[in-house]
């Protein structure tokens, strides 16, 4: 099993979706995916999204077109960026289901128009052939949303800090570039040793950084 961390928001987490059951399959793995709400995340660390910050926004949409390409995958921007994913995470949640996963990532990052609104969610899953209708209604539920909450927890406490975020026995590999790593470790071939993590661990600032 790979646990795959993923909030609709984020573009790597689309293009690391595209790939992952692929990789997956190599191993003769499948692939939970767990909605995950990105910007909790951030509030849990303090830290601001990319897209948040003027230089690596600019930065942010050349990248995933490039890796987009790359992967030969289609992309397109949603309608805004940022924009509120609750909705589509607690469909998400409460189906899951990884054609309602692959239905949204698609609206949010391949042209189908975003996923912000109600009407938006709708239009992608009946697009895919499923029906809209008892998923929105369970969204809209006070279980859906505790749901995410409780998800979202359960990633903070197994030390998942961004997205795409994907645990394969115990270990965690952060965004797309941590494909090839991820896969290496499945093929037994990890460079990290017990003695690794012990010596980093060890290691002690000389310098601090005011904030």
């Known amino acids: 099993m790979i646990d795959f961390y993923c909030d609709f928001i984020s573009p790597y987490a689309y293009l690391g979706w595209t790939q992952i059951h692929a990789l997956a399959a190599r191993h003769g793995r499948s692939v939970r ?6 910007a909790a995340l951030l509030n849990h660390s303090s ?41 589509a995470l607690r469909v ?5 289901d990884a054609r309602v996963i692959d239905a949204l990532f698609r609206a949010a990052w391949a042209g189908g128009g975003g996923v912000e609104t109600a009407d ?3 239009r992608a899953l009946a697009n895919a052939g499923l029906d809209p209708a008892p998923l929105l209604a369970e969204a809209a ?21 961004g997205v795409p975020s994907m645990i394969a026995d115990g270990e965690l590999f952060w965004g797309c570039d ?9 093929d037994g071939g990890d460079p990290i040793t017990p003695a690794d993590v012990a010596s980093f661990a060890a290691l002690v600032p ?4 005011r904030v």
Do not use: M
């Open 206 to 209: 000389s310098a601090t950084r």
């Open 33 to 38: 995916p767990i909605p995950t709400l990105f």
């Open 120 to 122: 938006a969610v709708e």
């Open 92 to 96: 998400a949640g409460v189906a899951g």
């Open 178 to 186: 941590s494909l090839p790593h991820l896969e290496r470790f499945l």
């Open 141 to 161: 539920s006070a279980a859906a949303k505790q749901r995410l909450r409780d998800a979202t927890d359960a990633a903070i406490a197994a030390g998942v800090f």
């Open 47 to 87: 830290t601001r999204g990319p897209a948040e910050i003027p230089a690596k926004r600019a930065y942010l949409f050349k990248d995933t077109k490039r890796l987009a390409a790359t992967f030969g995958v289609p992309f397109a921007p949603p309608p805004t960026h940022p924009f509120n994913p609750l909705l």
